[in-house]
């Protein structure tokens, strides 16, 4: 069958500025958390990699650039570095960021593909984590100045923005599980920089609507909470999931408010963040023009079977278990399951519950552990990435059809890039990155995104079984 998507569908991918940009301490750049953490850590990172150099994309962006026509680009989603553009997150604006940003834009706009530019990716300056990061209202002030300036610099050319990237990585992995800087294990501190992250991106859209004229909005990480049963606990049991892993950032973000559930569970366990009634009529006045969704994988809950210690810090788990389902497919170099029609599930919940907002999907890949071996002269012939992006396009052609207000499919990622914490261990790409010697190589992948951009869809070819 032809899957058509509508016309002036969006089609591209998503990259970071840490994960990709390179010359961490060249152009006047500041450090920032992951710089920092690698100093004083660098055997939690894997092999011992860090963002010094990533992928070198801030000293190959002309030639970079030219890749993305190649590659089914209509659109991009890189992000700018707030320690690039202010080395210290505040005061006087480094001057060699704004030229290179502005060859970034310009190069885009060049090649005919329309800037989606992202302020933050999980890339704090270290100057603002000294004095608590998100934790600090300062900070959020400071955020909203850096944004300003970018927009001021920025938006004639730039008419879609994002002002956060799954917001609720950086509150899990430096606040709740020990997988980011600043490594605490403090839920009052996380559920205060979530709300403060909040804060932040609605007075960061008050201040683009002030002098703009584009659109503004948030990418989230949707993952669907689905129960093991529809047995009332484990129905309950994916409620509060949901309400933690999805509710928190997107009922505020495109409702303007947080969710009632939410607020009874934090108040019980003694970590609702300090606010106040002034701050929460900004956030509702200010709420996103459009949302942006990374999907990667979804999120199946039970009842717990077990009493969680109370001694412990609490945690959402305090309410529920990971379950496992039996003869679920998975990425076994990521130990994610792939469920292709979560997807659809988004759309429809984004249809029903949000207004019918306009979306996109921001995010949606399959990273390969060491997928160079595979490399045949450079070319790597990744059909298992292209079949995978096939089967989501496929469940989001469904919502589509069903009404869902989507404008576009962004993957991840443009060049295979340099992870957080696992360096280049698992490749996501649409053009490999010859680590030794920074050639660049169009995957096969590439190429189809290529064709699927020139027709705007594909002929899909696989049948669907019923509960597949």
């Given at each position: ?91 006087e604006?480094?001057?060699d ?144 999931s ?110 029903d519950?949000y207004?019918?907002?306009?979306w ?31 089967d ?23 060049i ?51 509960g597949?």
């Open positions: 069958m032809k899957l058509e998507f509508p016309k002036g569908f969006y089609w591209g991918s998503a990259a970071s500025a840490t994960q990709t940009e390179g010359a961490a301490n060249e152009g006047g750049k500041g450090k920032n958390i992951w710089d920092h953490w690698y100093e004083i850590e660098p055997r939690r990172f894997y092999d011992e990699v860090g963002p010094g150099k990533a992928s070198e994309f801030y000293h190959h962006l002309e030639n970079d650039l030219k890749l993305l026509n190649q590659t089914g680009h209509n659109s991009f989603r890189p992000s700018i570095s707030w320690s690039r553009m202010f080395p210290k997150g505040y005061g604006v480094n001057q960021a704004i030229k290179f940003y502005n060859k970034l834009i310009d190069g885009m706009i060049a090649e005919g593909v329309e800037p989606f530019i992202n302020l933050y990716h999980f890339d704090m300056p270290f100057e603002m984590q000294k004095i608590g990061g998100f934790e600090n209202k300062e900070v959020v002030n400071h955020f909203v100045k850096y944004a300003e300036t970018c927009f001021d610099l920025f938006g004639d050319r730039v008419k879609r923005w994002f002002t956060f990237n799954e917001p609720i990585v950086p509150v899990h992995g430096g606040y709740l599980y020990d997988f980011h800087y600043p490594n605490k294990v403090d839920p009052k501190a996380a559920f205060q920089v979530a709300y403060n992250t909040i804060l932040a991106s609605a007075k960061a859209i008050a201040a683009y609507k002030k002098s703009q004229d584009g659109k503004i909005g948030i990418v989230l990480n949707l993952t669907p909470s689905y129960p093991r049963s529809q047995h009332p606990s484990d129905l309950e049991a994916a409620r509060i949901d309400l933690f892993s999805n509710r928190a950032f997107l009922d505020p973000s495109v409702k303007g408010t947080f969710p009632e559930g939410l607020k009874v569970i934090l108040e019980r366990h003694s970590v609702l963040p300090d606010y106040s009634i002034e701050e929460l009529e900004i956030i509702k006045k200010n709420k996103v023009d459009y949302l942006g969704v990374n999907y990667y994988h979804p999120h199946r809950v039970c009842a717990r079977t077990t009493v969680p210690n109370l001694e412990s810090p609490f945690m959402p788990e305090f309410y529920y278990e990971n379950y496992e389902m039996p003869g679920r497919r998975m990425n076994i170099y990521k130990n994610w399951e792939i469920y292709e029609q979560g997807l659809y599930d988004i759309a429809l919940n984004i249809r519950n207004g019918n907002i306009e996109m999907v921001s995010e949606n890949g399959m990273g390969v552990k060491d997928e160079r071996r595979f490399a045949k002269e450079e070319y790597i012939e990744d059909d298992y990435r292209i079949e995978f992006y096939e989501h396009l496929y469940w989001l052609h469904k919502g589509i059809q069903a009404g869902s207000n989507c404008i576009g499919y962004h993957v991840w990622t443009f295979d890039n340099w992870s957080w914490m696992n360096a280049y261990r698992n490749r996501y790409g649409l053009v490999s990155l010859n680590l030794k010697t920074g050639t660049r190589t169009i995957k096969k992948s590439g190429y189809w995104l290529n064709e699927v951009k020139t027709n705007n869809g594909f002929e899909y070819k696989r049948e669907w079984k019923l597949e």
